[in-house]
């Protein structure tokens, strides 16, 4: 069983930046595709960003421009960067790795943006 930590939410203000990051114990790191997904309340589990092996990216268009992912294979970690952070970011924000057509999730962390 993978398991995934998430860490690095926060509160922050409108146009302030936070980053993310999510370590897997699961072997294999580097083929696995990792994603970050948010949930707000009321709101469906939305798909963020994905980093694919190697390093094929894809983000929600509500947020391209000002989040990045990225991935450390020596470290089993993912990361989202999140810069000019809006009021509508405000979720928590869970990571997902895939593999062989297995998903595990993390626990996910909380993000809020408020004045």
């Known amino acids: 069983q993978v398991q995934l930590v998430e860490s690095g939410g926060g509160l922050v203000k409108p146009g302030e930046s936070l980053r993310l990051s999510c370590v897997s114990s699961?072997?294999?790191?580097?083929?696995?595709?990792m994603a970050w997904y948010r949930q707000s309340p009321g709101k469906q589990r939305e798909l963020v960003a994905v980093?694919?092996?190697?390093?094929?990216?894809s983000y929600a268009d509500s947020v391209k421009g000002r989040f990045t992912i990225s991935r450390d294979n020596d470290k089993n970690t993912v990361y989202l960067q999140m810069n000019n952070l809006k009021p509508e970011d405000t979720a928590v924000y869970y990571c997902?790795?895939?593999?062989?057509?297995?998903?595990?999730w993390g626990q996910g962390t909380q993000v809020t943006v408020s004045s």
């Open positions: 997902k790795s895939s593999l062989f057509g297995v998903d595990n």
């Open positions: 699961g072997r294999f790191f580097s083929i696995i595709t």
């Open positions: 980093v694919s092996s190697p390093d094929t990216t």
